[in-house]
């Protein structure tokens, strides 16, 4: 059984950063693309960021722009989502998602046939 564990939410303050990690247990990631999606209470889960099975393209929602960072260490077989400049609007369980079909970055959840349980994130203003 696949299975994909995210780590390292929490409750900060506005402007400060976190990173949250997700171990992969299928080195099977490692050849496609990965993401990270995030749903808030009431709302539809929405993309954050994503990126190609080497690493070398990514592609964020506008909202995180600028402020957050995906990227992969294929030795960990590990995901990662740097985040600073946080806002209260950020606050959401995030999700690392990971596709068994494409290669590339995708902001569409459809690509990604597996998720982890969910890392709460809880920034205050």
């Known amino acids: 059984q696949v299975q994909l564990v995210e780590s390292g939410g929490g409750l900060v303050q506005a402007g400060d950063s976190l990173r949250l990690s997700c171990a992969a247990s299928?080195?099977?990631?490692?050849?496609?693309?990965m993401g990270w999606f995030r749903q808030a209470p009431g709302k539809a889960r929405e993309f954050v960021a994503s990126?190609?099975?080497?690493?070398?393209?990514?592609i964020y929602a506008d909202s995180v722009k600028g402020r957050f960072t995906i990227s992969r260490a294929f030795a960990k077989n590990t995901l990662y989502l740097q985040m600073s400049s946080l806002k209260p609007e950020d606050t959401a369980v995030y999700y690392c998602?990971?596709?068994?079909?494409?290669?590339?970055?995708?902001?569409?959840?459809?690509?990604?046939?597996?998720w982890g349980q969910g890392t709460q994130v809880t920034i205050s203003s």
């Open positions: 299928d080195r099977t990631f490692s050849s496609n693309a």
């Open positions: 998602a990971a596709s068994s079909t494409t290669r590339y970055a995708s902001s569409r959840r459809m690509e990604y046939d597996y």
């Open positions: 990126l190609n099975w080497n690493g070398d393209r990514t």
